[in-house]
């Protein structure tokens, strides 16, 4: 499997078939359509060490404990439709972890926007003072 320049080894991926739910009639009943796919992020040797680092850290509820990311995939009614909407799912959760975000660069108000702040704030409180009568003495 490509990813962008990463290839993941399809021995890595295990993919389990079970039954699905959902609309298909007797079908649903009978055949295990539905896929859920395991990929273990924590000790895959094809991701290397700043993707992994990525991928861990983000707080997805589909990634156990352990480190292992399970998806599961019963939108269709045929198996190999949910395998592949299953590895599609994976590739795009491995894309976002390629790209390193960029970081924040910290920036000063000017001069300027820090009056026309302090102006505004005093205009509103000659504003509100006024409201309330004690202003008037």
Not at 1 to 9: F, N, P, V
Not at 111 to 123: D, F, V
């Amino acid at each position: 499997m490509q990813i962008g320049r990463l290839a993941i080894d399809d021995d890595e991926l295990i993919e389990r078939f079970v039954r699905a739910s959902g609309p298909g009639g007797q079908n649903v009943n009978k055949v295990a359509t539905a896929v859920e796919l395991r990929f273990d992020i924590a000790r895959s040797p094809s991701l290397p060490e700043p993707v992994r680092a990525r991928l861990l850290a983000k707080r997805d509820r589909r990634v156990t404990g352990e480190g292992v990311l399970v998806l599961s995939a019963q939108r269709f009614r045929t198996q190999e439709r949910n395998r592949e909407d299953a590895r599609a799912r994976l590739a795009a959760f491995i894309e976002s972890g390629l790209h390193a975000p960029t970081p924040r660069i910290a920036t000063k108000p000017t001069r300027g926007a820090r009056e026309r702040r302090l102006g505004e704030k005093r205009g509103r409180a000659s504003i509100k003072q006024g409201r309330s009568g004690r202003g008037w003495d």
